[in-house]
T-cell receptor, first 111, second 114 residues
Framework: DAKTTQPNSMESNEEEPVHLPCNHS???????IHWYRQLPSQGPEYVIH???SNVNNRMASLAIAEDRKSSTLILHRATLRDAAVYYC????????????FGTGTRLKVLA | KAGVTQTPRYLIKTRGQQVTLSCSPI?????VSWYQQTPGQGLQFLFE???????NKGNFPGRFSGRQFSNSRSEMNVSTLELGDSALYLC?????????????FGSGTQLSVL
């Protein structure tokens, strides 16, 4: 199975940038890299996704390594509302497609 | 548009019973996928349905099953419940379930097995 590896937790000060890394060394050429975040007592929420090129949206930026074996989610100015568990996800084909969630990174934002 | 709706929000069952959980996707979405979330195992993919057909399946025993109706609403069923089935069950919907789409998640059903 394709796997993703993320640090268990990270801390950031409010209004500072945050770089959340994800390793996915077994990614296949057609796998999109997705990021979701989950706030307490809620289902995951879409953040951003990409294939090869870096991507930007109003929430974040996604930087994808040239060999695609790693990616970094960038929150440009962390706020207290960004405190959540961030998941890096691939879709893996092993007979049938399935989504592989990593263990996630718990982001703590300090006021 | 209304979001993804999961019912019930909480459920308590005893070992050996069976349970059915419901998921109503966003209007126009034809793909519904299900996930199990536990503190020990994290988020694990159960299965995905598209146009009433199971298209993808994760590594769960046959006690876990599901179906999708013609209006895209989906149900999942767990038979012969075990203590280890206690978890948050999440469903997500998307237009066609392709790799280049966002998933929209519901708030989940918290199942406790006693």
């Amino acid at each position: 199975d394709a796997k993703t590896t993320q640090p268990n937790s990270m801390e950031s000060n409010e209004e500072e940038p945050v770089h959340l890394p994800c390793n996915h060394s077994t990614i296949s050429g057609t796998d999109y890299i997705h990021w979701y975040r989950q706030l307490p007592s809620q289902g995951p929420e879409y953040v951003i996704h990409g294939l090869t090129s870096n991507v930007n949206n109003r929430m974040a930026s996604l930087a994808i390594a040239e060999d695609r074996k790693s990616s970094t989610l960038i929150l440009h100015r962390a706020t207290l509302r960004d405190a959540a568990v961030y998941y890096c996800i691939l879709r893996d084909y092993a007979g049938t497609y399935k989504y592989i969630f990593g263990t996630g990174t718990r982001l703590k934002v300090l006021a | 548009k209304a979001g993804v709706t999961q019912t019930p929000r909480y459920l308590i069952k005893t070992r050996g019973q069976q349970v059915t959980l419901s998921c109503s996707p966003i209007s126009g979405h034809r793909s519904v996928s299900w996930y199990q979330q536990t503190p020990g195992q994290g988020l694990q993919f159960l299965f995905e349905y598209f146009s009433e057909t199971q298209r993808n399946k994760g590594n769960f025993p046959g006690r876990f099953s599901g179906r999708q109706f013609s209006n895209s609403r989906s149900e999942m069923n767990v038979s012969t419940l075990e203590l280890g089935d206690s978890a948050l069950y999440l469903c997500a919907s998307s237009t066609a379930g392709t790799d280049n789409e966002k998933l929209f998640f519901g708030s989940g059903t918290q199942l406790s097995v006693l």
